[in-house]
């Protein structure tokens, strides 16, 4: 950081109306040296020689990004400026016609940056999937979306495993009740999610699916995540489910597409090697639900095999929306 200059090196640098002007134009915005000749209608030379000078008093700060040098008026003017004198000197240039013009070419040339901006999404427009898959977990955009999710919510993560769905919505609805066999997989929900969230927001409750461990209507959504495959009949589940839903209550299954995985048998405890989504919809609306609509997504799972030779492969997964009848 450049140090206070003394006054009169300060005064010296501001007695001249362009250094003022270039001042001016640099107060709440970033402009390039480029930017600022053009603001200016100067060569970038002679900008570049008050710049020099200019620079001794600390007035504004540098920033460079790529081969450009970004200029802007330091956040109370380094504290060499007092709000009087800065004030007088705005004033003074509200009358000059050269600063006038100046701010007339600086609208333009804002314009031709945004335009230049605009243009640089059009042209990544078709490889920007690729680009914006860089986040670390994917977490914010889900997290944003979720964040539209009414509140006041009771939701159920039946087979919640270790609560990996029902990190999603906590603390945004009401209440989440994880719901599981295994008492293990509860215990490392509980770790994980008990950690982050007041107890008030998380229930962990054991049982089985074709049982569940919920009164009748006792939740406004339910999810079954990598689920139903572990079970050897559906029909029995997924009545439960309807049955602890409000009527009118969604239900969102996840499955995995049909594989041939048969590792998956042995090592993950699958019955089923995935499901056509259109033998879940039909096994939902023998259930009972209503509205149930294969939502394809466009992910997939790669579990891995401890034991088995088998290579990890990609396992393409659906979600199947369902709706619990509005009339019991
Ligand atoms: C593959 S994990 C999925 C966990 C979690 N839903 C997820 O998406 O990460 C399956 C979970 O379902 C549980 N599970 C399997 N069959 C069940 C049943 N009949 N009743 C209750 N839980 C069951 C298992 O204990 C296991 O924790």
Known sequence: MTAAPDLAH??????DPTRLRMLA???????????????????????????????????????????????RLAPDRGGALQDGLWNAIHSELATLAAHRKDLTRLERLLEDRERSQARLFDEIA?????????????????????????????IADVGCGTGYLARGLAGLVERI?????????????????????????????????????????EVDGLLAGMVLHHLADLGPALR????????????????LEPHSQDWMRDELGDRHLGFESAFVARALERAGFE???VEPVDDHYTPRPKRSKSTPTELPV??????APRSP
């Open 25 to 71: 134009l640099l107060d709440g915005r970033e402009l390039t040296v480029g930017e600022l000749s053009r603001a200016l209608g100067m060569s970038q030379s002679r900008v570049s020689n008050h710049l020099r000078l200019l620079r001794e008093t600390g007035l504004f700060a540098e920033r460079r990004s790529g081969t450009s040098t970004f200029l």
């Open 177 to 217: 009740i994880c719901i599981d066999r295994s008492k293990p997989m509860l215990d490392q929900a509980r770790k994980r999610l008990a950690s982050e969230r007041p107890e008030a927001q998380v229930e962990f409750r054991r049982g089985e699916l074709h049982a569940l461990p919920l009164r009748a209507a």
């Open 126 to 154: 078709a490889d920007w999937d690729k680009i914006g898959a860089d986040f670390a977990t994917g977490q914010a955009r889900q997290r944003a979306a979720a964040c539209l999710v009414p509140r006041g919510m009771v």
């Open 291 to 293: 509205s149930v609509n």
């Open 240 to 255: 439960e489910m309807r049955r602890a839903l409000k009527p009118g209550a969604p239900l969102v299954v996840l499955e």
């Open 10 to 15: 300060l005064l010296k640098a501001l007695a």
């Open 318 to 323: 659906y979600l199947v929306r369902a709706f």
